[in-house]
Structures are given as C-alpha cells and as structure tokens.
C-alpha cells in the first residue's frame, strides 16, 4: 500500500517539477539575455551549464538532452534565483517532496514487515533475534548498521524456544 503511494507521490513531484515555470527549452531562448552561467555536474556524471536569463527564467545546456530525471537537480541549483519568481511553483515542489520523504520511511517500514512476516514460518529463529534486537535498541545496546553475524546465535545451535 504504502510502496505504491510512494511511487504514486514520487512520479507527481516529477511530474511537477517539468512543469516550472522558469524552464524556457533551447528553442526559446532566442533573444534573451543571459544574466549568468554556471555548471552542474550530477550525480551520473552529466555536466550541464545551467543559463539563466531575466525574470527567472532558466534554460540548461548539457552534452546531452536534460532528462526528465534530471530536472530536480536543476531545480535546486537554480532555486535561489528562480524561486522569488515562482513561488508558488516551489511551495508545490516543496510540499510533494515532503509528502515522498514520508511515503519512503512508511514504504521502508511496510517492505521490513513484510519481509518478516514472509519468512517467519520458513525461518522460525527469526522471531527470537528480531525481538532481542528490539531489546538491544530499546536499551541503547545496539547501533543502527548491519550484523555481521558473528553477535548472533546460530540456528542450529540455538535451543527451541
């Protein structure tokens, strides 16, 4: 339920986000001025120079054609320029993002349960540990990070409970 809200929320805010505004394509920018230029290396590695023009309008000129994907980033790095003149736009893009960072904790959450819940039966020492873990941080014993599984009994060698 959740995993589908998070996806559901996920595609609107990107959806939102090619939608600004400020966003004037390569064939619209004939004529305008440019204020300024700056790069952007994202996080793949694409370099894109970021063009910004008068009344917060921004065009973006890349190696290649900007991906929808790709347009978030953009927004952030000309947020401070572009916001003041569409407010409204950011209030959107702020909002939905807000609601996708809580839909991926309930979706994380939704997907550990169900994880649990799924392999229970199959693996009946799962239970014990899962609640000695709970135990372990409820103390302040154990830190968030992965087990190597030297610290936890072995099935096989681990009494019937």
Same mark, same amino acid.
């Given at each position: 339920?959740?995993?589908? #809200?998070?996806? !559901?929320?996920? $595609?609107? *805010? ?11 394509? &390569?064939? #619209?920018?004939?004529? *305008?001025? =440019? ?19 008068? #009344?917060?309008?921004?065009? =973006?000129?890349?190696? !290649? ?8 980033? =953009?927004?952030?790095? =000309?947020? !401070? ?10 209030? !959107? ?14 979706? $994380? ?12 039966? #199959?693996?009946?020492? &799962?239970?014990?540990?899962? *609640?000695? &873990? ?6 302040? &014993? ?11 009994? $072995?099935?096989? *060698?681990?009494?019937?409970?």
């Amino acid at each position: 339920m959740y995993v589908e #809200q998070k996806w !559901k929320i996920n $595609r609107e *805010k990107n959806e939102h986000a090619r939608t600004c505004p400020g966003f004037l394509p &390569l064939d #619209q920018i004939r004529g *305008k001025t =440019v204020l300024d230029t700056f790069p952007l290396t994202l996080p793949d590695q694409t370099r894109l120079t970021i063009l910004l023009f008068e #009344q917060g309008n921004f065009s =973006v000129v890349g190696e !290649k054609e900007l991906q929808p994907a790709q347009m978030l980033p =953009v927004l952030d790095a =000309v947020r !401070k320029d572009v916001e003041q003149h569409h407010p409204d736009f950011y209030r !959107k893009l702020d909002s939905l993002a807000e609601e996708d960072r809580k839909m991926q904790v309930l979706a $994380r959450m939704e997907n550990i349960l169900g994880a649990i819940r799924n392999n229970v039966p #199959q693996n009946p020492e &799962l239970l014990p540990s899962i *609640k000695n &873990l709970i135990a372990e941080m409820d103390a302040g &014993l154990s830190a968030p990070g992965c087990s190597t599984g030297d610290d936890q009994e $072995r099935p096989e *060698k681990r009494d019937k409970r």
